[in-house]
């Protein structure tokens, strides 16, 4: 599913979901698509998009 983006996400300790991707527009655009709909058996109440410069990230991390 990452189509070549890169970033980073982690679990918050308030149930949230923080996560940071780069990407082509098109790919980012779809990986917002499916962040709304969740995985099955989720839940997901809401989703805040901030629209940041690129941090030149290389890869897909899990942060703790």
């Known amino acids: 599913m990452l189509e070549g983006l890169a970033g980073w996400t982690r679990n ?10 780069e990407g082509d527009r ?10 709304r709909q969740g995985p099955a058996g989720s839940r997901v109440e809401s ?6 410069p690129p941090a030149g990230a290389a890869g897909f991390d899990i942060r703790r």
């Open 12 to 21: 918050r300790e308030d149930g949230g979901v923080d996560i940071e991707v």
């Open 26 to 35: 098109e790919a980012v655009e779809r990986f917002e698509r499916h962040v």
């Open 47 to 52: 989703v805040d998009v901030l629209d940041i």
